[in-house]
């Protein structure tokens, strides 16, 4: 069974600037997540999707980021314009349904720096 | 909000010594403590968890306890091998379709040969 894909895997880009993540969940899991890992901090979930409705947002920092997920399967994260705090690595996760007692699989990460 | 607390931050011992890490968590509504294993360059994977009905949990060579009353739970890795080191992170949540995740600030753990 293929994981989580997620792409890029590095990124490197100035402040101001924008930048797009990508992530290809495991083959039939309705629920995916993204999340934001500091270094040295455990990952913070910046936003759940059910299918392609959005079930938890509420520590996305909506004025810069955005996320869909079309047609419940891929979703993309967006960072416009990035700042220097956005420096991090963006999980991606996903399991077959919503709830934690549901196994999340996470992606490799894309690590974000942000000059 | 929830809040969990991990100790320690690093962590080292001898391979077939064992491991102790240790979380505390806030709200006592939490009812479910997952454990992850980061590995470099990889994302976090579960590797044992445990509800609050139940006291301990084991698989193989690594248990967890939680004690509610404390608010409290560990993870313990007996035996340790080198291919344990890595990141820990220990979790924890109310559950529910819509409860995120908490998460603690991790343990490097190295197994020195």
């Known amino acids: 069974e293929a994981g989580v894909a997620q792409s890029p895997r590095y990124k490197i880009i100035e402040k101001r600037q924008s930048v797009a993540f990508w992530c290809n969940p495991i083959s039939g899991h309705a629920t995916l997540y993204w999340y934001q890992q500091i270094l040295g901090q455990g990952p913070k979930l910046l936003i759940q999707?059910?299918?392609?409705?959005?079930?938890?947002d509420s520590q996305l920092p909506k004025d810069r980021f955005s996320a869909e997920r079309l047609k419940g399967v891929d979703s993309t994260l967006k960072i416009q314009p990035a700042k220097l705090e956005d420096s991090a690595v963006y999980l991606c996760?996903?399991?077959?349904?919503?709830?934690?007692?549901?196994?999340?699989?996470f992606g490799p990460g894309t690590r974000l720096t942000v000059l | 909000g929830e809040n969990v607390e991990q100790h320690p931050s690093t962590l080292s011992v001898q391979e077939g010594d064992s491991a102790v890490i240790k979380c505390t968590y806030s709200d006592s509504a939490s009812n479910y403590f997952p454990w992850y294993k980061q590995e470099l360059g990889k994302g976090p994977q579960l590797i044992i968890d445990i509800r609050s009905n139940v006291g301990e949990k084991k698989d193989q060579r690594i248990a967890v306890t939680l004690n509610k009353t404390a608010k409290h739970f560990s993870l313990h890795i007996t035996e340790t091998q080198p291919e344990d080191s890595a990141v820990y992170f220990c979790a924890a949540t109310r559950g529910g379709s819509a409860r995120q995740l908490t998460f603690g600030s991790g343990t490097q753990l190295t197994v020195l040969p």
């Open positions: 996760a996903s399991s077959l349904a919503g709830g934690p007692w549901n196994e999340q699989f």
């Open positions: 999707f059910q299918n392609n409705g959005v079930v938890d």
